[in-house]
Protein backbone atom coordinates (compact mmCIF):
# COMPACT_ATOMS: atom_id res chain seq x y z
CA UNK A 1 0.00 0.00 0.00
CA UNK A 2 2.31 2.16 1.25
CA UNK A 3 4.22 1.71 -2.40
CA UNK A 4 1.16 2.64 -3.85
CA UNK A 5 0.88 6.39 -2.22
CA UNK A 6 4.47 6.72 -3.00
CA UNK A 7 3.91 6.14 -6.91
CA UNK A 8 0.41 8.13 -6.92
CA UNK A 9 2.55 11.14 -4.80
CA UNK A 10 5.27 10.99 -7.62
CA UNK A 11 2.56 10.81 -10.46
CA UNK A 12 0.63 13.83 -8.45
CA UNK A 13 3.78 15.74 -8.04
CA UNK A 14 3.92 15.17 -12.17
CA UNK A 15 1.29 16.33 -12.43
CA UNK A 16 1.15 19.37 -10.80
CA UNK A 17 3.89 20.26 -11.65
CA UNK A 18 2.98 20.19 -15.07
CA UNK A 19 -0.19 21.94 -14.65
CA UNK A 20 1.67 24.85 -12.72
CA UNK A 21 4.07 24.99 -16.02
CA UNK A 22 0.74 25.56 -18.35
CA UNK A 23 -0.70 28.11 -16.08
CA UNK A 24 2.89 29.88 -16.37
CA UNK A 25 2.71 29.74 -19.76
CA UNK A 26 -0.75 31.10 -20.22
CA UNK A 27 -0.04 33.90 -18.34
CA UNK A 28 2.90 34.83 -20.43
CA UNK A 29 0.71 34.55 -23.23
CA UNK A 30 -1.17 37.37 -22.39
CA UNK A 31 1.13 39.87 -21.17
CA UNK A 32 3.14 39.44 -24.02
CA UNK A 33 2.90 39.88 -28.02
CA UNK A 34 4.17 37.15 -30.02
CA UNK A 35 4.85 38.73 -33.15
CA UNK A 36 7.27 41.05 -31.63
CA UNK A 37 11.08 40.96 -30.62
CA UNK A 38 11.93 41.76 -27.41
CA UNK A 39 15.13 42.87 -25.11
CA UNK A 40 15.80 41.24 -21.79
CA UNK A 41 17.66 41.77 -19.04
CA UNK A 42 20.15 38.62 -19.46
CA UNK A 43 19.71 38.33 -15.89
CA UNK A 44 16.59 38.83 -14.32
CA UNK A 45 15.66 37.97 -17.86
CA UNK A 46 12.93 41.20 -17.08
CA UNK A 47 11.96 43.37 -19.89
CA UNK A 48 13.95 46.40 -20.40
CA UNK A 49 12.16 49.60 -21.49
CA UNK A 50 13.11 52.62 -23.92
CA UNK A 51 16.12 51.17 -25.31
CA UNK A 52 17.54 52.00 -28.64
CA UNK A 53 17.47 48.95 -30.83
CA UNK A 54 19.26 50.30 -34.20
CA UNK A 55 20.31 49.77 -37.53
CA UNK A 56 23.10 52.25 -38.28
CA UNK A 57 23.93 51.41 -42.01
CA UNK A 58 19.51 52.35 -42.45
CA UNK A 59 19.51 55.24 -40.48
CA UNK A 60 17.05 53.33 -38.54
CA UNK A 61 15.98 53.86 -34.60
CA UNK A 62 13.31 52.27 -32.93
CA UNK A 63 12.62 52.15 -28.83
CA UNK A 64 11.59 49.39 -27.03
CA UNK A 65 7.90 49.83 -24.73
CA UNK A 66 7.51 49.24 -21.48
CA UNK A 67 7.25 45.10 -22.03
CA UNK A 68 10.53 45.92 -23.64
CA UNK A 69 8.98 44.80 -27.50
CA UNK A 70 10.15 46.55 -30.61
CA UNK A 71 9.38 45.83 -34.45
CA UNK A 72 12.05 46.12 -36.96
CA UNK A 73 10.34 47.73 -39.86
CA UNK A 74 13.24 48.56 -42.06
CA UNK A 75 13.79 46.51 -45.25
CA UNK A 76 16.92 44.19 -44.94
CA UNK A 77 18.69 42.59 -47.95
CA UNK A 78 22.18 41.25 -46.63
CA UNK A 79 23.80 41.17 -43.63
CA UNK A 80 23.76 43.93 -41.98
CA UNK A 81 24.56 45.46 -38.06
CA UNK A 82 21.72 45.70 -35.29
CA UNK A 83 22.86 47.49 -32.11
CA UNK A 84 20.83 47.51 -28.20
CA UNK A 85 21.51 50.85 -26.53
CA UNK A 86 20.76 51.27 -22.87
CA UNK A 87 22.08 53.07 -20.21
CA UNK A 88 23.63 51.17 -17.39
CA UNK A 89 24.27 48.04 -20.27
CA UNK A 90 26.61 46.81 -22.65
CA UNK A 91 26.45 48.21 -25.86
CA UNK A 92 25.27 45.53 -27.42
CA UNK A 93 25.27 44.08 -31.18
CA UNK A 94 23.95 41.23 -33.84
CA UNK A 95 24.70 40.56 -37.47
CA UNK A 96 21.48 40.15 -38.79
CA UNK A 97 20.17 39.50 -42.29
CA UNK A 98 16.43 39.59 -44.17
CA UNK A 99 15.72 36.19 -42.25
CA UNK A 100 15.59 37.83 -39.13
CA UNK A 101 12.91 39.67 -39.57
CA UNK A 102 10.67 36.43 -39.97
CA UNK A 103 10.46 35.48 -36.85
CA UNK A 104 10.22 37.48 -33.64
CA UNK A 105 13.78 37.23 -30.63
CA UNK A 106 14.22 37.86 -27.77
CA UNK A 107 17.82 39.25 -26.86
CA UNK A 108 19.11 39.17 -23.50
CA UNK A 109 21.38 42.24 -22.98
CA UNK A 110 24.29 42.55 -19.73
CA UNK A 111 24.34 45.20 -17.16
CA UNK A 112 27.91 47.04 -17.96
CA UNK A 113 30.34 46.51 -15.36
CA UNK A 114 32.37 49.34 -13.42
CA UNK A 115 35.84 48.02 -15.15
CA UNK A 116 34.90 47.98 -18.57
CA UNK A 117 35.95 50.86 -21.28
CA UNK A 118 33.78 51.60 -23.92
CA UNK A 119 36.00 52.81 -26.80
CA UNK A 120 33.35 53.20 -29.35
CA UNK A 121 29.61 52.76 -30.22
CA UNK A 122 29.31 54.53 -33.62
CA UNK A 123 29.43 51.85 -36.85
CA UNK A 124 33.31 52.48 -38.18
CA UNK A 125 33.87 52.04 -41.99
CA UNK A 126 37.85 51.14 -42.08
CA UNK A 127 39.48 50.52 -45.53
CA UNK A 128 39.53 52.86 -48.73
CA UNK A 129 35.80 53.30 -50.18
CA UNK A 130 36.80 51.30 -53.11
CA UNK A 131 35.23 47.91 -53.02
CA UNK A 132 33.41 44.80 -55.16
CA UNK A 133 29.57 44.49 -54.58
CA UNK A 134 30.45 41.15 -54.22
CA UNK A 135 32.56 41.95 -51.05
CA UNK A 136 30.87 40.35 -47.71
CA UNK A 137 28.02 41.91 -47.10
CA UNK A 138 29.00 45.33 -48.99
CA UNK A 139 25.52 46.39 -49.99
CA UNK A 140 25.35 47.56 -45.99
CA UNK A 141 28.15 49.86 -46.38
CA UNK A 142 27.27 53.58 -46.39
CA UNK A 143 28.77 55.17 -43.84
CA UNK A 144 32.37 56.55 -45.15
CA UNK A 145 35.73 54.99 -44.38
CA UNK A 146 38.07 56.03 -41.53
CA UNK A 147 41.00 55.21 -43.58
CA UNK A 148 42.94 51.82 -43.41
CA UNK A 149 42.93 51.60 -39.44
CA UNK A 150 41.15 52.41 -35.93
CA UNK A 151 43.00 53.47 -33.14
CA UNK A 152 41.91 54.50 -30.38
CA UNK A 153 43.54 56.00 -26.95
CA UNK A 154 42.87 55.27 -23.33
CA UNK A 155 43.70 55.15 -19.97
CA UNK A 156 43.51 51.92 -17.58
CA UNK A 157 43.32 52.77 -13.93
CA UNK A 158 43.64 49.36 -12.53
CA UNK A 159 43.07 45.44 -14.10
CA UNK A 160 41.32 43.89 -11.51
CA UNK A 161 43.02 40.83 -9.47
CA UNK A 162 42.35 37.04 -11.39
CA UNK A 163 40.90 39.14 -14.29
CA UNK A 164 42.33 38.99 -18.09
CA UNK A 165 41.85 41.86 -20.16
CA UNK A 166 40.15 41.40 -23.20
CA UNK A 167 39.04 43.52 -26.48
CA UNK A 168 35.82 42.96 -27.34
CA UNK A 169 34.53 43.82 -31.06
CA UNK A 170 30.74 43.81 -31.23
CA UNK A 171 30.31 42.90 -34.70
CA UNK A 172 32.16 43.07 -37.95
CA UNK A 173 30.98 42.83 -41.27
CA UNK A 174 32.69 42.98 -44.85
CA UNK A 175 36.37 40.92 -44.30
CA UNK A 176 37.15 38.87 -47.09
CA UNK A 177 39.84 36.92 -46.31
CA UNK A 178 40.57 33.66 -48.28
CA UNK A 179 38.82 31.84 -44.96
CA UNK A 180 35.94 34.08 -44.93
CA UNK A 181 35.85 33.10 -48.66
CA UNK A 182 35.70 29.54 -47.36
CA UNK A 183 33.02 30.37 -45.16
CA UNK A 184 30.81 31.57 -47.58
CA UNK A 185 30.83 35.10 -46.41
CA UNK A 186 32.59 36.70 -49.05
CA UNK A 187 31.70 36.58 -52.97
CA UNK A 188 34.54 37.73 -54.47
CA UNK A 189 35.76 35.52 -57.34
CA UNK A 190 39.31 35.28 -57.42
CA UNK A 191 40.83 38.10 -54.94
CA UNK A 192 41.02 38.03 -51.07
CA UNK A 193 42.45 40.05 -48.35
CA UNK A 194 45.29 39.53 -46.27
CA UNK A 195 43.63 39.32 -42.16
CA UNK A 196 42.73 42.58 -40.37
CA UNK A 197 45.81 43.00 -37.67
CA UNK A 198 44.71 44.57 -34.31
CA UNK A 199 47.30 46.20 -32.11
CA UNK A 200 48.04 47.15 -28.48
CA UNK A 201 50.72 49.57 -27.43
CA UNK A 202 51.88 48.83 -30.67
CA UNK A 203 52.48 45.23 -30.80
CA UNK A 204 50.40 42.63 -32.65
CA UNK A 205 48.00 40.60 -30.66
CA UNK A 206 45.53 39.13 -33.43
CA UNK A 207 44.63 38.46 -36.29
CA UNK A 208 40.85 38.26 -37.54
CA UNK A 209 40.28 36.28 -40.77
CA UNK A 210 36.09 35.79 -40.37
CA UNK A 211 33.28 38.25 -39.56
CA UNK A 212 30.90 37.92 -37.07
CA UNK A 213 29.80 39.19 -33.43
CA UNK A 214 31.36 39.23 -30.07
CA UNK A 215 34.74 38.69 -30.78
CA UNK A 216 36.77 38.70 -28.18
CA UNK A 217 40.59 39.36 -27.76
CA UNK A 218 42.73 38.74 -25.02
CA UNK A 219 45.41 41.60 -24.68
CA UNK A 220 48.62 39.97 -22.58
CA UNK A 221 48.94 41.43 -18.94
CA UNK A 222 52.26 42.44 -19.90
CA UNK A 223 51.37 44.30 -22.48
CA UNK A 224 49.04 46.75 -19.76
CA UNK A 225 50.18 50.09 -18.93
CA UNK A 226 48.53 50.73 -15.65
CA UNK A 227 47.75 54.20 -15.26
CA UNK A 228 48.54 55.44 -17.94
CA UNK A 229 48.23 55.70 -21.81
CA UNK A 230 46.85 52.60 -23.56
CA UNK A 231 46.44 52.28 -27.25
CA UNK A 232 44.20 49.83 -29.43
CA UNK A 233 45.05 49.72 -33.57
CA UNK A 234 42.47 47.86 -35.52
CA UNK A 235 43.96 47.63 -39.14
CA UNK A 236 42.19 46.14 -42.22
CA UNK A 237 43.58 44.06 -44.35
CA UNK A 238 45.04 44.08 -48.59
CA UNK A 239 43.52 42.91 -51.24
CA UNK A 240 46.07 40.53 -51.94
CA UNK A 241 45.90 39.95 -55.95
CA UNK A 242 45.59 44.22 -56.36
CA UNK A 243 49.40 44.54 -56.81
CA UNK A 244 49.24 47.85 -59.22
CA UNK A 245 47.71 49.98 -56.09
CA UNK A 246 47.17 49.50 -52.29
CA UNK A 247 44.08 48.21 -52.04
CA UNK A 248 42.58 47.90 -48.65
CA UNK A 249 39.61 45.40 -47.37
CA UNK A 250 36.65 47.55 -46.55
CA UNK A 251 34.78 46.52 -43.35
CA UNK A 252 32.66 47.84 -41.27
CA UNK A 253 32.62 47.02 -37.32
CA UNK A 254 30.78 48.66 -34.29
CA UNK A 255 31.16 48.37 -30.31
CA UNK A 256 34.53 48.27 -29.65
CA UNK A 257 35.13 47.94 -25.49
CA UNK A 258 37.99 46.99 -23.63
CA UNK A 259 36.56 44.22 -20.93
CA UNK A 260 37.83 42.32 -18.10
CA UNK A 261 36.45 38.47 -17.19
CA1 LIG B 1 39.05 48.47 -50.75
Do not use: W
Given at each position: M??????????F?????????????????????????????????????????????????????????????????????MS??????????????????Q???T?GI??????D??????L?????D??S????????????A??????KN???????????????????????T????????????????????IF????Q???L?????????????????????????????R????????????????????E??
Open positions: KKYFFIFFIMALFANCAYSQISGNIKKQTQNTNRSRIIDSKTKEPIGNAKVKLPSKNFMVETDTNGEFDLNAQIKDKTIVEKNGYKPFSLTIDEHSKKPFIEKSKPYIVLETDCHIGDVFSNSANAAEFNVKVGPFLTFLIKKVPKDKQCYLTIGSVIGIDQMAKQMGQSKVKIAYSSPVEFNNKIAEKINGDNQKIPIPNELIKIGQNNQITIKTGNLFQTAYIDYDDIELMNVLIFN
